[in-house]
């Protein structure tokens, strides 16, 4: 979240000084300038507005964590797969990798859905997607003991309406 957090207030700073740019070189009636930077200035907002949202998305995210990971590794529906060493939130709204987001539960019943979860001895499997895509996100987790499992069962239960499927415990 605090990339996602710098990236934003790095567009924040290039708007603010843009748009003083445009300001300054209308002024000094430096039109063409002005104009550059003034659709500068606009295109830059928009990338302000949008990275405020995904801070914003990341931040209910991490608000309502259900549990936190070390390492994940995401599975595509066409086999790719990637591994992610970061941080990885898992909540009630989504998951946060690095500074990916993957957000389930927006856009009704065409937006992306928490599909299945697994918890096994070593790894937690979220099953989540669309109808056009899925993608299968392991994390490993450090989970030794039962009753553990059991409430982060009964958390996703609770949180999210899917009942986790327990392995080898």
Partial sequence: MESINKIRNY?????AISALLTLWFALQLIYQAAFIFGNI???LLVYLIKQSRLLY?????CDNCIFKVPSATVSTSNGEVKIAVEEIVVSTFGLIIGNKLYKWGYHGAYGVKLKNIEIDRERVYLTFGD?????????????????????????FWKETGIDAVVNGW
């Fill in 11 to 15: 567009y924040a700073l290039f708007f």
């Fill in 41 to 43: 200035s606009i295109v």
């Fill in 131 to 155: 109808t056009s895509e899925t993608l299968r996100v392991g994390l490993l987790h450090d989970i030794t003991i039962k009753q553990e499992v059991v409430d982060i069962k009964q958390k």
């Fill in 57 to 61: 998305d990341a931040k209910l995210i």
